[in-house]
């Protein structure tokens, strides 16, 4: 098969006008995954939905099984893969309410299981991470972003942090320095897993909110990041619906 999957984070905890056909425990090597995967049909085509977080959403980033995660996709067929995430804009053109689709990241984390490549190996392995999207995922949803008249910002850095708490004034004045554009807390390790078993994984990022002291010395509201990505995920669901007319349920995006 060759099953497209997109998984949702804080935002998108379920997918309007998916219809869901079936879904499926994956048992992995590496432990639980975060919950069932969902299968159903979205414009036609057969894709696969899964809530990073659980589908209560009770799953801090720290704590996500990002390795059963990726593992359960690649188990079910999934080739290619739309990362949606919330993160916080840095830069001024990630201003809140914009979408992105960052070409680079750079990851703060620590403590996490960041790769299949350990314990008793044939050999070590490295993979090129380069340039650690997939090209033809990011070119498809710009492509389905203007075909849905959805402004979107092309390219940026992710910087990746541990959470679950946000950022200090100054940690975000020393991303800013090293180069990123967004802030998040999901993006690695899970880039590198899709990209060590061989899956085409880009993000959709939607800002929620300006990161520590990129709005004055306001404190960041939870509220107002809920009233964002509800207008975030609606230019989200827009775009997929797009992206998906283009494809059926036997060849890949291009």
């Known amino acids: 098969m060759n099953l497209l999957a997109i998984i949702g984070g804080t935002g998108l905890g379920s997918l309007k006008n998916l219809e869901i056909t079936r879904h499926q425990v994956v048992n992995t090597p590496f432990g639980e995954p975060s919950g069932p995967l ?13 809530a990073r977080h659980g589908y209560s959403h009770r799953i801090p ?14 188990e079910v067929g999934v080739i290619q893969i739309i990362s949606v995430a919330a993160v916080g ?17 750079i990851d703060y984390t620590h403590g996490r299981a960041h790769t299949y490549f350990e314990g008793e190996l044939e050999s070590v ?3 090129d991470f380069t340039h650690p999207y997939s090209e033809v995922v990011r070119r498809a949803l710009m492509s389905s972003a203007r075909e849905a008249g959805v402004a979107i910002e092309d390219g940026g850095t992710y910087g990746c942090t541990q959470g679950p ?22 993006g690695m390790p899970e880039a590198a897993l899709a990209r060590e078993l061989g899956l085409e994984y880009a993000h959709l990022a939607v800002i929620a909110n300006w990161a520590a002291g990129k709005n004055g010395d306001e404190e960041i509201s939870m509220g107002e990041i ?29």
């Open 38 to 50: 969902s299968f159903g049909t979205l414009g036609g085509c057969e894709v696969v939905f899964f």
């Open 61 to 74: 980033p720290h704590e996500i099984n990002y390795r059963a995660n990726m593992w359960a996709l690649k």
């Open 226 to 254: 809920d009233r964002t990505l509800r207008e975030g995920m609606r230019k989200v669901r827009s775009i997929l619906q797009h992206l998906l007319a283009h494809r059926t349920d036997s060849t890949p995006i291009a």
């Open 165 to 186: 708490r946000l950022e200090t004034i100054a940690e975000i004045r020393r991303m800013e320095r090293d180069g990123c554009d967004l802030v998040g807390m999901t």
């Open 89 to 105: 804009g840095i830069t001024p053109r990630m201003g809140p309410a914009v979408l992105a689709v960052p070409d680079q990241i």
């Open 125 to 127: 392995t490295h993979i």
